[in-house]
């Protein structure tokens, strides 16, 4: 295998494209976070060139869901970990799951390395079934990523099944927001480029 350090590994890292990922916890289809986490990459990919990738826990969870290394998961998992802890800029969705993130959420950022996401930007959203709960981006996302020092953004993007029409974002309020959140993700992106883990040397076990 050809090893990459130092000026050319940076100079590689700072032609390729970049890559939005986003993760969604969404474990039904139609998923309304897989929706918003589409919606967001697109929106990303509206004001810079990038490369998209959309990660669904649902159909990765039988994969998953019974493993406790990272050793122990398919190809398809390990890809998947691999693309968020490759990434420029990072999108989470999650269902709200009795008042916090899903359990299979946790379970697949309990695999990524815990240095492999330290200054990436991450925008943080959540759907939930009721408004009453949108400050769990606040008080259980947020603190989740803070672990991995990530730098969050500060504009959380929440929304619920009013925010709909035909599984497709709807709400003008909820886009406005959405376009406010990516714009001020964007001075950052260029910034997280020349950061991160080399995924293929650098990963160890969770
Ligand atoms: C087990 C379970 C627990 C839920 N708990 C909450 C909750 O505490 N608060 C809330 O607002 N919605 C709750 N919901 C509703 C989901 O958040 C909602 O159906 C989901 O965000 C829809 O997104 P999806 O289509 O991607 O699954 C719960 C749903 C399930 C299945």
Redesign the pocket.
């Known amino acids: 295998m050809l090893l990459r350090s130092g000026p050319l590994m940076l100079l590689e890292k700072m032609t390729r494209p970049l890559r939005a990922v986003a993760v969604?916890?969404?474990?039904?289809r139609?998923?309304?976070?897989?929706?918003l986490a589409t919606y967001l990459l697109d929106l990303i990919a509206s004001e810079v060139a990038c490369d998209r990738h959309l990660v669904e826990l649902g159909c990765l969870a039988p994969d998953l869901a019974g493993a406790i290394w990272r050793n122990q998961l398919p190809d398809t998992v390990e890809c998947e970990l691999v693309a968020v802890e490759q990434a420029d800029i990072l999108v989470v969705v999650t269902?709200?799951?009795?008042?916090?993130y899903t359990g299979l959420f946790k379970h697949f950022f309990d695999f990524i390395d815990q240095d492999a996401l330290v200054d990436k930007p991450v925008l943080l959203a959540?759907?939930?079934?009721?408004?009453?709960?949108a400050l769990?981006i606040d008080h259980q996302l947020r603190p989740l990523f803070s672990f991995f020092q990530a730098r969050t953004l500060p504009l959380g993007i929440y929304a619920?099944?009013k925010d709909y029409l035909d599984h497709r974002v709807q709400n003008e309020a909820l886009v406005q927001r959405a376009q406010l959140a990516v714009e001020r993700a964007l001075p950052l992106l260029h910034l997280s480029r020349g950061r991160g883990v080399d995924a293929t040397g650098g990963m160890a076990a969770a």
Not at 95 to 100: A, L, T
Not at 126 to 133: D, I, L
Request: proline fraction near 7%; hydrophobic fraction near 25%; glycine fraction near 18%.
């Open positions: 969604s916890g969404g474990l039904q139609p998923s309304r976070a897989a929706t269902p709200v799951f009795r008042g916090s959540a759907t939930g079934g009721s408004e009453r709960h769990m619920t099944e």
